[in-house]
């Protein structure tokens, strides 16, 4: 009876210590989801842009959605720092870069090229 508890003992700690490392590994950017980013002042005027960024091991990627096709394009790449994060993608044959930076769990600022402010919102499925 002694070693069926210690078996039993041992199997439920070997559970707990399995749920708990799940769940570190679970944790996820908090700027993972969609966002419709509006860009003040480009040349064409206000437009919206609509990122979808997901994470996988621990490295940001996302796709950007064609406004024309509403196909989604991925982004050339996703940098996270201290302040927000940097999406690079292309767009009419530009490199452009767009840093936002969170505001709250809902709401992003940034800029885009560094030259028009950009504001965010988290969509909501």
């Known amino acids: ?12 700690a070997f559970t707990c210590m399995i749920t708990k490392a799940q769940a570190q590994t679970a944790a996820t950017s908090p700027f993972t989801g969609k966002w419709d980013v509006l860009a003040k002042g480009v040349p064409g005027g206000d437009t919206h842009i609509f990122f979808t960024i997901t994470e996988q091991d621990g490295k940001l990627s996302g796709t950007i ?4 096709t509403k196909k989604e394009n991925p982004l050339t790449k996703v940098e996270k720092d201290d302040k927000g994060i940097v999406l690079y993608f292309t767009a009419q044959n530009y490199d ?3 840093n936002l930076q969170k505001k709250d769990d809902d709401h992003l600022t940034g800029n885009m090229l560094g030259m ?10």
């Open 65 to 68: 959605q064609d406004l024309e």
């Open 96 to 98: 452009v870069t767009v």
């Open 116 to 125: 028009f402010d950009c504001t965010g919102e988290r969509v909501k499925q």
């Open 1 to 12: 009876m002694r070693k069926l508890n210690l078996i039993l003992a041992a199997l439920i």
